[in-house]
């Protein structure tokens, strides 16, 4: 089956680092998305991986390991406003125009002062 | 661009009534999709759409209906509401060419069924 897996709640001192992590198992592989949901709100897109390595994008990198079927989401600097939750989501097989997603439960990061 | 907009923002409906979710995008987008999100499931895809004329069940189509007349609308149709339909539903949408094509989400509609 298909199958996405990330710690379902983690905590973090303000100004620190967090690392995300997912893993998946899914049926082909082409591309891994992390988002961001605040609560109360629509997920907002963060970061897209479809090679190994690491992609950065100021505060947030996301690093990626195909072999592994393993991705992390790095937060650095963190702020009261990074209090969220991170869903990780991967598309799997290439089926032409089908954008479909497979989601991960999300994991739920509270910043404390 | 007003992104993809979503009405209502809160409904509340008895057993049995039926009622449209309506979503519409103005980003030209091919693909949009129709989600809810419940505490501990995570978002599920109800229906998709590729195109217009084009749709296709997601993993909890049961109850629900879909139409796609037009690239911009993607209205959401509950036949017959039953309790277990209470959620926050999420319209998306992306392109279908191109490298990652992020899904841009609509800010959500929260359902009750009593």
């Known amino acids: 089956g298909q199958n996405i897996d990330q710690p379902t709640e983690m905590t973090a001192t303000e100004g620190a680092i967090v690392q995300i992590n997912c893993t998946y198992q899914t049926s082909g592989f082409n591309g891994l998305f992390w988002y961001q949901q605040h609560a109360g709100e629509a997920p907002t897109f963060l970061s897209y991986?479809?090679l190994d390595g690491l992609e950065e994008k100021g505060r947030f990198s996301s690093f990626l390991s195909r072999s592994k079927g393993y991705s992390y989401l790095l937060l650095k600097e963190l702020q009261m406003k990074d209090s969220a939750s991170y869903l990780c989501a991967v598309r799997g097989r290439n089926a032409g125009n089908n954008r479909k997603l497979i989601w991960g439960l999300g994991t739920s990061l509270a910043v404390n002062p | 661009n007003a992104g993809v907009t979503q009405t209502p923002k809160f409904q509340v409906l008895k057993t049995g009534q039926s009622m449209t979710l309506q979503c519409a995008q103005d980003?030209?987008?091919?693909?949009m999709s129709w989600y809810r999100q419940d505490p501990g499931m995570g978002l599920r895809l109800i229906h998709y759409s590729v195109g217009a004329g084009i749709t296709d069940q997601g993993e909890v189509p049961n109850g629900y209906n879909v139409s796609r007349s037009t690239t911009e609308d993607f209205p959401l149709r509950l036949l017959s509401a039953a309790p277990s339909q209470t959620s926050v539903y999420f319209c998306a949408s992306s392109y279908t060419s191109g490298t990652y094509n992020e899904q841009f989400f609509g800010p959500g509609t929260r359902l009750t069924v009593l």
């Open positions: 991986n479809v």
């Open positions: 980003m030209n987008h091919e693909y």
